[in-house]
């Protein structure tokens, strides 16, 4: 799972000439879901997401406040594009995952969100939708987060930020050394 996070003065998501949500000063969080992310991945994110110190404090100082000690509003919008293969010049989407299934995760990621902060200051825009994001990007600031790498404890095999496996380098480490 992967998220861009804007601190934004303000945003808004219309399809067509309707306004579907509208924040003031917060985060607009684009989301991307593959097919491989679970609620670990949606517990992570949420977590990171309502941590990370991207506001000033009250004497000025930068990066010392989170968007959940400023009390702000958090608008997401779902984005598949976010998991995206060039093929030539053509993306390729094969890697987001699909349909409902990535529509739950979604929800349960705002659920989540909202559960942990405050429901009423989480807003969305329209899943599946043709839409239309409007950020008024503050700073600018913006940052990529993604849910953390995996390591299979079987196989002892890492798996990359890109879900691809890597073999590891070494199987034992010797400590006395």
Partial sequence: MKVIVQRVSAAKVTVGDELISSIGRGLCVLVGITHTDTEKDVEYLSRKLLAIRLFED???????????????????????????????????????????????????????????????????????????VHIQNDGPVTVELESPVEVSKHSQTKVNNSKEIIQPECTSIDIDK
């Fill in 58 to 132: 009250t004497a000025g100082k930068r990066w010392q406040k989170s968007v959940k000690d400023e009390q702000l509003e958090i608008l997401c919008v779902s984005q598949f594009t976010l998991y995206h293969r060039l093929k030539g010049n053509k993306p390729d989407f094969h890697l987001a995952m699909q349909g409902d299934a990535a529509q739950n995760l979604y929800n349960s990621f705002l659920k989540r969100l909202g559960r942990d902060y405050d429901e009423s200051k989480i807003k969305d825009g329209k899943f599946g939708a043709y839409m239309q």
